[in-house]
């Protein structure tokens, strides 16, 4: 399993910068293969921010490039979220997500699952 921790979050004027990290953990830490952020705000579906593979690709979406940088520690199994320039529309709860794939038997089947952190809010005011 894995275990993902997010902290960072808080309420910052327009303009304005905040850092969010999230701890991963768990027996099934080091089949991480890939990390993203995701943030959904009221009555909004979820939608995905930035990710990163372990290779140290990234993708970003396109409201917030530019803005926001997304990496990872891969000793310690940690991402990051660097966003600057908030804008009151970026307010949302912030999701850490992990996708992991990994062997399930002696004859190399794969397995893959996706695991979520419990959300940390981020309030931008104008």
């Known amino acids: 399993q894995v275990q993902l921790v997010e902290s960072g979050g808080g309420l910052v004027q327009a303009g304005g910068s905040l850092r969010l990290s999230c701890k991963a953990s768990?027996?099934?830490?080091?089949?991480?293969?890939?990390m993203n952020w995701y943030r959904q705000a009221p009555g909004k579906q979820r939608e995905l921010v930035a990710g990163?593979?372990?290779?140290?690709?990234?993708n970003y979406a396109d409201s917030v490039k530019g803005r926001f940088t997304i990496s990872r520690e891969n000793y310690d199994n940690t991402l990051y979220l660097q966003m600057n320039a908030l804008k009151p529309e970026d307010t949302a709860v912030y999701f850490c997500?992990?996708?992991?794939?990994?062997?399930?038997?002696?004859?190399?089947?794969?397995?893959?699952?996706?695991?979520w952190g419990q959300g940390t809010q981020v309030t931008v005011s104008s």
């Open positions: 997500h992990a996708h992991t794939k990994f062997v399930v038997n002696v004859e190399g089947a794969t397995a893959e699952r996706d695991y």
């Open positions: 990163i593979m372990t290779g140290g690709s990234t």
């Open positions: 768990g027996r099934r830490s080091t089949s991480i293969n890939a």
